[in-house]
């Protein structure tokens, strides 16, 4: 079965600071990855996803990511964050389902982001 | 853009009581999901629905489970008896094919008292 480990539980840094969050995953064939944000009491907000090809993958608001298949990662970046950036982010790795075409999500923990002004 | 709308935002039930959950996922997307956030866990897949009937589902999505989409447009989740270990944040979403992230909805929080 697919799994997804985050790390970091919690993560501060101050605002203008470069941000690397971790995540790896196991999953026997190439997987579906994903980033998402959750601020408090919203729902989940797709950052970016890698499906195939090029391994460094742009999403929004500044975020990127980089498969990395050999270390089994997808560790998400950001050059400089932003205030507006604490939040809650999940990576997740999403798991074909057989016969109907689909995918569905196995989320890890969790890394909560903290910016200090 | 198209959002996933799920109502209501919060919902209190006492256990024993059915509650259903409701989503209107978007309107060209043909794959529906429901997942849920136990406060502190990992959101956890409950099930998936594609042309009109489940075609995955978890451990979790036991007997009192069951979805439902009613008509063209809502995507329901019943539970038919709850209990105080369903309090958690149902989330909905949907995705138009397999090369496609999820829109999820920004949740029901259900508190079984």
């Known amino acids: 079965a697919q799994s997804v480990t985050q790390p970091d539980i919690h993560i501060t840094v101050s605002e203008g600071a470069s941000l690397e969050l971790r995540c790896n995953y196991s999953?026997?064939?190439?997987?579906?990855l994903f980033w998402y944000v959750q601020s408090p009491g919203q729902g989940l907000q797709l950052l970016l996803k890698?499906?195939?090809?090029?391994?460094l993958v742009q999403g929004i608001k500044g975020f990127e990511a980089e498969f990395k298949r050999s270390q089994s990662s997808f560790n998400l970046r950001k050059p400089s964050v932003h205030w507006s950036d604490a939040a809650e982010y999940f990576c997740a790795v999403g798991a074909r389902n057989s016969g109907a075409g689909s995918y569905q999500l196995t989320f890890g923990k969790g890394t909560k982001l903290s910016v200090i002004p | 853009e198209p959002e996933v709308t799920q109502t209501p935002s919060h919902q209190v039930t006492q256990m024993g009581q059915e509650v259903i959950l409701h989503c209107v996922p978007i309107s060209n997307h043909l794959y529906f999901y429901w997942y849920r956030q136990i406060l502190g866990q990992k959101v956890e897949f409950l099930v998936s629905?594609?042309?009109?009937?489940?075609?995955?589902k978890s451990e979790i999505f036991d007997d009192q489970f069951s979805v439902e989409r009613p008509d063209g447009s809502n995507f329901t989740l019943k539970i038919r008896s709850t209990k105080l270990e369903d309090s958690a944040m149902y989330f909905c979403a949907s995705i138009r094919g397999r090369n496609y992230g999820y829109t999820f909805g920004s949740g029901t929080r259900l508190t079984v008292v």
């Open positions: 890698y499906f195939s090809g090029d391994t």
């Open positions: 999953y026997g064939a190439t997987p579906y």
């Open positions: 629905f594609y042309n009109n009937e489940i075609s995955e």
